[in-house]
């Protein structure tokens, strides 16, 4: 059985891709294709903070309410590129999304687009 088969949302789209599945449904689309998911086992919800300059992070915390936190996964990333000047600009990033997702941890948190990082000090 194909457990994301009934999402009606393109195949490459159903692990929670929310910077294209966010930008191209309303909230309320997306809070049912959460609760689809969710429902069929599929719970890893990834995200960073440009896909839509945090709106992405944003809209995925409203359509999670209500579900126990333990009951998904969150993934985000470090983007080197928007990264302040500040002293330690992968844990200010890592507070800015955790706001914005409205929780004190996220599972994943990665690199994106590492491609300039080898010579900056993060």
């Known amino acids: 059985m194909d457990p994301g088969r009934d999402l009606d949302v393109p195949a490459p789209r159903r692990a929670g891709q929310v910077e294209q599945v966010g930008s191209r449904l309303s909230e309320s689309g997306l809070r049912e294709v959460v609760e689809k998911a969710q429902s069929h086992g599929l719970s890893l919800w990834d995200t960073a903070v440009v896909y839509g300059m945090g709106r ?39 507070e800015q999304s955790l706001d914005r997702l409205g929780t004190d941890y996220v599972d994943l948190y990665w690199i994106h687009n590492p491609a300039d990082v080898a010579g900056r000090r993060c």
């Open 56 to 94: 992405s992070e944003t809209v995925l915390a409203r359509a999670l309410k209500g579900y126990d936190r333990g009951e998904y996964q969150l993934s985000t990333k470090f983007t080197p590129q928007i990264a302040g000047a500040g002293g330690d600009p992968v844990a200010d990033m890592l």
